[in-house]
Structure formats: structure tokens, C-alpha cells
Nanobody, 128 residues
Framework: QVQLVESGGGLVQTGDSLRLSCAVS????????MGWFRQAPGKEREFVAA????????YYADSVKGRFTISRDNAKNTVYLRMNSLKPEDTAVYYC?????????????????????WGQGTQVTVSS
């Protein structure tokens, strides 16, 4: 059974940084495509960032490109989302997701259908 547990969310001000963590159990991240999505109140869940199962490629939504960085630590079996220069429009619940399929290219991991497991989410609130 694959389980994903997010942490690191909180209330910050515009321009601040946060690092979200996604601890994975039941599967090694070194062979798993991972992604981050977010959902703001009243909106659809949207793609944020992904890293392929090989770790060789990443893909970002245009809205976060240059500000957010996805990475993984194989030894800790954890995936991270570093978020810099946060804006009020980044306010949302952030979800970690895992794909058991060997999906390439990285752009294909922008779809929710690419993922098999989801975490419960962590709230990020950016005040203006």
C-alpha cells in the first residue's frame, strides 16, 4: 500500500518561501514519478510540478516556473517542493501524487490521470 504524507504548509507573506515535503511509504521514490498539484477554494485541482521516475526530467506549470523547484531525496524516500517568491494566488491546498507507471516525457505528468496515489494535502496561505 502506497501512502503519501505532505507537510510544510503554513501561513506566509507575499515574497516568502516555503518547502513542502511528501514522505512516501510502500514504494521507492527512485522508481516513481512524482507530482505536486494544488486546489484553491472553488477551483479545479491544477498541476504544479512533476519529476519523472528516473529523476532526470522535471516539468512545471507556467504559473510557477522559475519560482518553484521539485526535487527528491532517495535516501529519505521523500519528494520536496521548494516555493520561492510566493504570491497570494499561490494560496491553495497542495497535494502530492505518485505514479506507478513509467511515463515520459515529463510533460505527460501534467495530467491528473497520470497518477495512482494521492496524499491528503497541506494548506498554503499567502497573505498580501
Amino acid at each position: 500500500q502506497v501512502q503519501l504524507v505532505e507537510s510544510g504548509g503554513g501561513l506566509v507573506q507575499t515574497g516568502d518561501s516555503l518547502r513542502l515535503s511528501c514522505a512516501v511509504s510502500g514504494r521507492t521514490v527512485s522508481s516513481t514519478g512524482m507530482g505536486w498539484f494544488r486546489q484553491a477554494p472553488g477551483k479545479e485541482r491544477e498541476f504544479v510540478a512533476a519529476i519523472t521516475w528516473s529523476g532526470s526530467s522535471t516539468y512545471y506549470a507556467d504559473s510557477v516556473k522559475g519560482r518553484f523547484t521539485i526535487s527528491r531525496d532517495n535516501a529519505k524516500n521523500t519528494v520536496y517542493l521548494r516555493m520561492n517568491s510566493l504570491k497570494p494566488e499561490d494560496t491553495a491546498v497542495y497535494y502530492c501524487a505518485a505514479s506507478t507507471r513509467f511515463i515520459t516525457p515529463a510533460k505527460a505528468m501534467g495530467a491528473r490521470s497520470a497518477y495512482d496515489y494521492w496524499g491528503q494535502g497541506t494548506q498554503v496561505t499567502v497573505s498580501s
